[in-house]
């Protein structure tokens, strides 16, 4: 093992003391860059979440392809935009994905709630995995990655009613032939979820550690999505960056009703 190598007796500790749940589910973003070496390496870190978690707990990881022209295949489609971890999960015994080009996978008693089948034109939303670790009071790890790549603020501007898209496409299976399916999603180039991050700490809802070499943050997804309906009822494109600054952004800002109400908030049945 590497001298420089955190060992997974010192992973879990590390673990238990930003306040990681036995028996909880656990979304996890994790950028090995930061948090490696360990001991194990991806694998010896994913161990180490499980021995955590424990066999009532359950473990999810984001899976989804960035591959837009070729239909996903839950089976052998790699996520290396998710990074090493992540890319690692899915390929485990016993861990289920969902068959999706926005896919997540999740090992545990509610794996197959978490991946059930879920739309393709909504990503983010209450039907989706990210939604239902919402709706199961889930814990969210963001280990060596900061809150621009949560995906649980994405459900929140579901949940807010934002009016801001962007045009997609994936390519699917029908009939035996690739098609490409077109959409318009909630999306952006999210570097303004930082913020959240400061919303988190102001009202005490974040846990502050370090696992493995990287800094971590623990916060429940319920809280992650309080405070950020928060400041989107306040202000709808409070994500988003003034026009000129970002081409995801600009796109976003372009999809609204001509002079935006920026105080547009959140739809009748949202929490």
Known sequence: ??????????LVCQLHEIAAE??????????FSKAGPVEGGPSGLIEALREVLGPDGTLVMPSMSSDDDNPFDPATTPCHDMGVVADTFWRYPGVLRSNNPH????????????????????????????GRAYELDAQVLLLGAG???NTTIHLAENLAGVRYRREKYVTIPEHGRPIRFDYREIDHCCENFALVDGWLDEQGLQKRGIVGHGEARLAR???????????????ETVFLHPLGVDEECDEARRSLPAEPDNHHGCSKDSP
């Open 22 to 31: 036995r028996g909880a589910v656990l979304v996890v973003h994790a950028a």
């Open 103 to 130: 896919a997540f996978a999740a090992i545990g008693p509610q794996a197959e709630r978490i991946t059930a089948p879920h739309p393709l034109d909504m990503p983010h939303g209450l039907n989706s995995p990210i």
């Open 147 to 149: 809150h621009d790549a």
């Open 221 to 235: 997804s319920r809280d992650i999505a309080k405070v950020a309906l928060e400041h989107l009822r306040a202000e």
């Open 1 to 10: 093992m590497d001298s420089n190598s955190i060992s997974r007796h010192v």
